[in-house]
């Protein structure tokens, strides 16, 4: 996996962790976890595309 793409992935992970804590320490806050989730699917997204690019 290349830096670029785990870099990605490590901060996809730190944000999801920063969502749960900001979630539980202040309520729910549902744009977070939409921000995150789109977050987590362009990841995915990049993920795919670069395995295609490698194959």
Known sequence: MPTLVRALAV?????????????????SNTWLWAAGAVFAAVTVDVRIVDRRQRA
Not at 16 to 22: D, E, S
């Open 11 to 27: 901060c996809t992970v730190a944000g999801l962790v920063a969502v749960v804590a900001v979630t539980v320490a202040a309520g």
